[in-house]
């Protein structure tokens, strides 16, 4: 017996079951490229995905274990909802164990709601409201009235109560923040005239600018029955002149048959400016963005809010001025507000504004319109949304997190995925760079090489043991490049002068010409607005960014290069049949998805989804075009090959095609090898966009190139070749000027521009100018540290 006095040691906690299921665990994985792939991934752990482009790490992050999660999910909704959404296809594996939800961190663009800024996607607009409304003076109202998504509205009308009672309700206001005037938007559109009409011709001289819209035709036509058609626009009566461009819809007689007749502006707002500019033709969509123009409204100054909720302050400030403070800057102003009641609510605003700062978005502001943010911001943004969640155990998966990351940011970007990692969560990262790689608690490396030379796991376990395993990126995650010894003589400069763009400072620089120049500094720092707005735009300038490629998901690199053109023309004179036959967007298309080989269901509470149409399996075409043949493949086995094994199928033998397999050389030589001829262009990250610009324009008569962060999503290994291509380009006499946060392209520079030395307004000035050598041996700026860290100086 036990006395009070004596200690016994405590009861060790049984092993329980649920204990047991720490790993997720894929076995059989046969989606796109894999090869029957089984691997084991530890829950609560951090591990990151390696491997060349195209080796298949997408395609085993999310187009299996994240791809069965939603379906699994959305099997969970009730009968009647699931009724409204589509079957989600079972990803091509035999057994997936041990997954939770899965939440995608991707680097796909924010919605462009025009009315979504940074702070109504991240709750930190909610938290402003609330603010406002408790310590603002004069006292104006709830949350609401700060809002510039609520109108002020005035509400009338009788309501009875269950015992007959009536209650009548009189004028009562409900009070909303919206500028009635851009109704919350902060800028209005209006149409440039001078774009439309050339007032100093008459119609039958071609006054009317707009495409299709010609002095002889029938759109025309009934405008000279209602105006002088010899007289000069700017001679017309007022009458006459509003008659022209406002007149309202009525009939008029043209040649003795009855035509609508509408004015000039109204008709053309209904037929162009009120589609999505990416569904017109392009020359019709060049008119539209010349003549539609944004501009702050007057009413309001661009904040987007009313009088009233303007007329509320806190410490001499509106909620309008508050919002357009950069991050950091606001923060320092809630610092000085000491309000105990509203005491919590300062500091859960503060927390999320922190980590902004952490991430490397202290720049940004939370009046920034969501749209405008880039790739990587937009994940960054994402990524702070889901830090403060009180989720844990689910699954976060990121798509190369750090896209647009200057080295300085980067780690504190591997701060927030182990912070993910450490409220027990399963982080699962796509990534390249070797200091993400280095924090991982388990590797995956996939390849050994991309398309149909990868699909494998060439290594799964520690970063150390990837180290000495052998593989493409083992043998690269300790590569250092070196500094070059001698640089390339400029050939002239290329002078900008009193840049002030967005945060930069008045600022004066001389880029040199005829040599690689490498543009860097801190997110946020100013490169983009010193090169965007300033050289890019000019004449002989070719710019390649990473914006998406204008084109449908009907799009891909064959119609996209130009490429199908010359397949088609094969195809259709081995077979002797109209070329028509083999495009998927004309004749040959299938019946059921009209050619795009997948069926898009749009629910309004949810994502769009596309699955494959059941009748071509996908591949777009009819039945019997695929019956015709060249050199043994039919139209969609070509468009299902990668660019290299095209590029030896139409290099000679029976499908010879000189004019495919210059283009496909072209797509090769920017290290696109693994890319497939009909993946739609939507599927395509920035860095592969680019790259596809890229080889378009490769032959092209521009003497200077602008480049974006061409290394986004680029393997170690892949960083050479693109440096090779690069040095091409210079030596046959093109300027090449590329912006970017790479060691590797810095050492390569012939000439660095260094931007800072921090962001937003604590950046916009030039800290460095001169040769890689120079940068590295004074250590003056933040990119001069990391470079010398890089190369070991």
């Known amino acids: 017996m036990t006395t009070m006095n004596e200690t016994s040691p405590a009861p060790q906690p049984a092993e329980h079951a649920a204990d047991s299921h720490d790993l997720i665990r894929v076995q059989g994985a046969r989606e796109n490229n894999l090869k029957d792939i089984s691997v084991e991934l530890p829950k609560r752990r951090l591990t990151v995905f390696t491997g060349v482009s195209g080796s298949g790490k997408s395609s085993l992050v999310f187009g299996t274990i994240a791809a069965e999660s939603r379906r699994l999910i959305d099997e969970t909704y009730s009968t009647f909802v699931q009724g409204f959404m589509p079957n989600l296809p079972r990803p091509e594996v035999d057994v997936l164990e041990g997954l939770t939800t899965a939440i995608l961190v991707d680097q796909e663009r924010m919605g462009a709601n025009p009315r979504s800024t940074l702070g109504t996607v991240t709750d930190a607009h909610a938290m402003l409201r609330s603010l406002f409304s408790r310590l603002g003076d004069p006292y104006i109202g709830g949350p609401t009235a700060f809002s510039f998504n609520i109108p002020t509205t005035t509400v009338g009308g009788a309501s009875v109560t269950e015992s007959g009672k009536k209650n009548v309700v009189k004028q009562v206001v409900y009070l909303g923040g919206m500028c009635p005037k851009c109704e919350g938007r902060g800028t209005v559109s209006d149409l440039d005239l001078s774009q439309i009409v050339d007032e100093s011709k008459s119609l039958v001289e071609g006054a009317i600018l707009v495409p299709g819209y010609t002095a002889d035709g029938w759109m025309v036509a009934p405008y000279k029955e209602v105006v002088p058609p010899d007289v000069p626009i700017g001679k017309l009566t007022k009458e006459q002149r509003d008659d022209l461009l406002f007149g309202e819809a009525r009939k008029v007689k043209v040649e003795k048959i009855n035509i609508s007749y509408e004015g000039l502006i109204p008709k053309i707002r209904k037929a162009m400016f009120s589609k999505d500019p990416e569904s017109l033709q392009p020359h019709i969509k060049a008119f539209v963005e010349r003549a539609a123009v944004f501009q702050a409204c007057g009413v309001c100054g661009g904040t987007r809010l009313n009088e009233s909720a303007r007329s509320s302050k806190i410490k ?21 507000i000491d309000d105990p009641g509203a005491a919590p609510l300062v500091g859960k605003l503060l927390h999320l504004l922190d980590s902004f700062v952490e991430i490397g978005l202290g720049y940004l502001s939370l009046d920034r319109p969501s749209g405008t943010l880039s790739g990587g911001e937009a994940q960054r943004t994402k990524m702070v949304r889901h830090l403060g969640s009180a989720l844990t155990d689910v699954t976060y998966v990121f798509d190369e997190p750090t896209i647009g990351l200057h080295p300085h940011d980067i780690q504190n970007m591997n701060n927030l995925l182990l912070e993910l990692r450490n409220k027990g969560n399963t982080v699962l990262v796509v990534e390249h760079k070797p200091e993400t790689i280095a924090i991982a608690d388990h590797v995956v490396d996939m390849g050994p090489l991309a398309g149909t030379g990868g699909g494998e796991v060439v290594f799964e376990g520690t970063v150390d043991g990837l180290r000495g395993s052998g593989t493409l990126t083992g043998e690269h995650l300790s590569y250092r490049a070196a500094v070059k010894e001698t640089v390339r003589e400029r050939s002239g400069v290329l002078e900008v002068r009193g840049a002030n763009t967005h945060n ?17 500094g801190v997110a946020g720092s100013g490169k983009s607005s010193l090169i965007h707005g300033s050289v890019a735009g000019g004449e002989g300038v070719v710019t390649i960014d990473q914006g998406a490629i204008k084109g449908s998901r009907r799009s891909n690199p064959a119609t996209y290069t130009g490429l199908l053109e010359p397949i088609r023309k094969t195809f259709a004179k081995a077979n002797g049949v109209k ?23 749009e629910l309004g509470f949810m994502d769009t989804v596309s699955t494959p149409c059941e009748d071509c399996g996908g591949k777009r075409f009819q039945a019997s075009v695929l019956e015709y043949r060249v050199n043994g493949l039919n139209i969609a086995e070509v468009l299902d090959l ?27 030589d920017v290290g696109l090898g693994y890319l497939k001829l009909g993946q739609p262009l939507n599927t395509l990250s920035g860095g592969e966009r680019q790259r596809v610009k890229l080889a378009m324009n490769m032959k092209g008569d521009g003497g200077i190139y602008v480049l974006d962060e061409p290394t986004t999503g680029l393997h170690l290994a892949d960083v050479e070749n693109l440096l090779k291509l690069l040095d091409r380009l210079v030596d046959a006499g093109k300027s090449v000027i590329v912006i970017e946060h790479h060691q590797a392209v810095m050492a390569h520079a012939d000439w660095i521009i260094d931007l800072g030395p921090g962001a937003g307004h604590d950046g916009g000035t030039i800290v460095f100018e001169g040769t890689p050598a120079d940068l590295v041996a004074g250590r003056s700026t933040v990119t001069g540290e990391h470079l010398a860290e890089y190369v070991g100086g």
Not at 316 to 336: K, N, P, Y
Not at 579 to 601: D, R
Not at 651 to 661: I, L, Q, Y
């Open 316 to 336: 001499g400030l509106d909620i309008g001025e508050v919002a357009a403070m950069q991050v950091t800057d606001l923060a320092d102003w809630l610092r000085t």
């Open 504 to 520: 930069l400072q008045d600022v004066d620089v001389d880029i040199p010409l005829g040599v690689l120049t490498v543009v860097t």
């Open 579 to 601: 070329p028509a036959l083999f495009s998927a967007n004309s004749e040959g298309a299938c019946p059921t998805c009209k050619g795009a080989g997948v069926i898009i269901t």
């Open 642 to 668: 990668p660019v290299a094994e095209a590029r030896a199928y139409f290099a000679d033998g029976g499908a010879k095609t000189p004019a495919a397999a210059s283009i496909l050389a072209r797509l090769e």
